[in-house]
């Protein structure tokens, strides 16, 4: 199944990737809740994948040929919700009910509330394995999807992503898992390496996984580490994309603080202002 899309350039790209980010502070602005800054630090990896990758058609979501985004790091929802608006999956206007009661957006991700989401997330550690059960289904039905999982660098500290990793190469499932890791260096209580140290290139390049590293906030060094990591190669494949949590507003990146704070009136201006001007 092709994308739905003519590839998108990479200024058509940026484009995209500014109103996701204006999308994110806003909703969390309206609901005085959710995580901005997890959802900052992803918005290149998932525009990226959304308009040139991801073989999905927003007008026929439950396509049994799809490609299968799966976040694992389910909190990161204003990412994932204005990603799938802004693609085409629902309406844009729905974006003002975020984690408001009656709404469809809840604060973490339920396959049954809106087209396009995969796995109903929130306990961290899951996706990974979600993504081989899909996988095997899809061998068995003889179906060519793939299933590209965004994981967090926090949510690395669990042992059943490890458990995984060694299982997707075990069953020969590489050219159908591709794992994304959002590389930002915090997690809900502070900066990761402190919490629990990690080094995701070599742990997964050790579980035998082909290791693609970029700049997760290059529109084009990323768009061309998601092409490699869509080639044939006998290992799996890994993109882990150094990214900043909060990027693209000030006060937002790299501090932990933001991990799940929402804005004030007067600092929503000032994001707005500083996602209009563009990434430093």
Not at 11 to 26: C, G, N, Q, S, T
Not at 41 to 49: F, I, P, Q, T, Y
Not at 86 to 97: M, P, T, V
């Amino acid at each position: 199944m092709p994308t739905s899309l003519a590839p998108v350039s990479v200024d058509e790209l940026k484009a995209i990737a500014k109103r996701v980010r204006a999308h994110i502070v806003e909703m969390v602005y309206e609901a005085q809740s959710g995580h901005p800054g997890g959802s900052l630090s992803a918005v290149e990896l998932g525009v990226a994948l959304y308009w040139n990758h991801l073989r999905v058609d927003p007008a026929n979501p439950e396509d049994p040929g799809r490609d299968r985004f799966i976040l694992s790091k389910g909190h990161a929802t204003p990412f994932y919700y204005a990603v799938l608006a802004e693609r085409g999956f629902f309406s844009a206007d729905l974006l003002s009910g975020f984690r408001k009661l009656g709404s469809p957006l809840q604060g973490h991700p339920s396959m049954k509330a809106l087209p396009g989401i995969e796995m109903s997330g929130g306990s961290l550690g899951q996706g990974l394995s979600f993504a081989i059960g899909h996988a095997l289904a899809g061998r068995l039905e003889g179906r060519e999807f793939r299933c590209w999982v965004l994981l967090g660098d926090g949510e690395l500290n669990e042992g059943q992503v490890w458990e995984a990793a060694m299982a997707v190469p075990h069953f020969g499932l590489g050219d159908r898992v591709i794992a994304l890791v959002d590389r930002n260096g915090i997690q809900n209580d502070g900066f990761a390496d402190r919490i629990m140290r990690t080094n995701p290139p070599a742990m997964f390049a050790g579980f035998g996984w082909k290791v693609i590293e970029c700049d997760g906030h290059d529109m084009a060094a990323v768009d061309a580490a998601l092409a490699e990591a869509e080639r044939p190669d006998e290992r799996p494949r890994v993109v882990v994309a150094h990214t900043v949590k909060g990027k693209g507003v000030s006060f937002m990146e790299n501090n932990p603080g933001f991990h799940g704070k929402a804005p004030t009136r007067e600092q929503l201006e000032q994001a707005l202002a500083q996602i209009a001007e563009g990434l430093a």
